[in-house]
């Protein structure tokens, strides 16, 4: 489904992603650990080229993201940000149908109707008409991922969703990112929550310093004989 082939990023000087290869399948819950600066985050906004890569291929279903493309494929490649990026100028229910209305997917009415389907299932069906402002930190978020999800993408790329949440929201965002999962959303998490990362990762990947280092199942990861893997592992929540 996502397949990325020697992918190189750099900002200046810097070298953020040295030769990433990595393969995504249908289905897939594919988390992303490491240590801050590793290039967690760089590597999910190369693959919706937020940052475009300086060298290397990235496929998906078999056809390679370009510049010419990649409108197109942002549609079918969702992304859910740490910081939410809702537009404060706007309702609820206005952030979450702008997008799929504008590039056609649903007409004004269907949109509106799939819209609060989904925000009665994540029990904000009566924060239709609020603003971003009257929302809580986890609120925000389960808007932001219901916002991903009328545009009807294939797999979806999450940033650290709960990073900026504070304890006691964490759960509602995680609760609603595991029905996902448990419906078969493919999806590429980068993450620290290593109870979250047990419950939903189909596979592990293990960045440090722009580079993977290690890909398994949790159980797999935390049996390596890479000490670097096992101490961050046994570091984090």
């Known amino acids: 489904?996502?397949?990325?082939?020697?992918?190189?990023?750099?900002?200046g000087k810097l070298k953020i992603l040295k030769d990433i290869n990595l393969e995504v399948k249908k289905g897939d819950r594919v988390v992303i650990i490491?240590?801050?600066?590793?290039?967690?985050?760089?590597?999910?906004?190369?693959?919706?080229?937020?940052?475009?890569?300086?060298?290397?291929?990235?496929?998906?279903?078999?056809?390679?993201?370009?510049?010419?493309?990649?409108?197109?494929?942002?549609?079918?490649?969702?992304?859910?940000?740490?910081?939410?990026?809702?537009?404060?100028?706007?309702?609820?229910?206005?952030?979450?149908?702008?997008?799929?209305?504008?590039?056609?997917i649903y007409s004004f009415d269907e949109a509106k109707k799939k819209a609060i389907e989904y925000l009665k299932r994540i029990d904000l069906a009566d924060k239709v008409s609020v603003y971003p402002s009257s929302l809580s930190g986890g609120q925000k978020q389960r808007v932001a991922i219901v916002r991903t999800l009328m545009m009807k993408p294939e797999i979806i790329l999450f940033d650290e969703p709960t990073s900026a949440l504070d304890p006691e929201m964490v759960k509602e965002v995680q609760e609603l990112m595991i029905e996902l999962a448990n419906e078969g959303m493919t999806m590429v998490i980068v993450t620290h929550e290593v109870s979250f990362v047990k419950r939903v990762a189909t596979k592990i990947v293990f960045m440090d310093e722009g580079k993977i280092i290690l890909e398994g199942t949790y159980d797999e990861m935390i049996n390596s004989e890479n000490e670097s893997v096992k101490l961050f592992l046994s570091n984090i929540k």
């Open 34 to 104: 490491g240590p801050s600066g590793s290039g967690k985050s760089t590597l999910l906004r190369c693959i919706n080229y937020l940052n475009k890569p300086d060298s290397g291929k990235i496929y998906f279903n078999d056809e390679i993201i370009n510049d010419k493309n990649i409108a197109i494929y942002r549609q079918k490649i969702g992304m859910v940000f740490q910081s939410f990026n809702l537009f404060n100028n706007l309702n609820v229910i206005e952030n979450i149908i702008l997008a799929p209305v504008k590039l056609g």
């Open 1 to 11: 489904m996502l397949k990325i082939e020697k992918v190189n990023k750099n900002f």
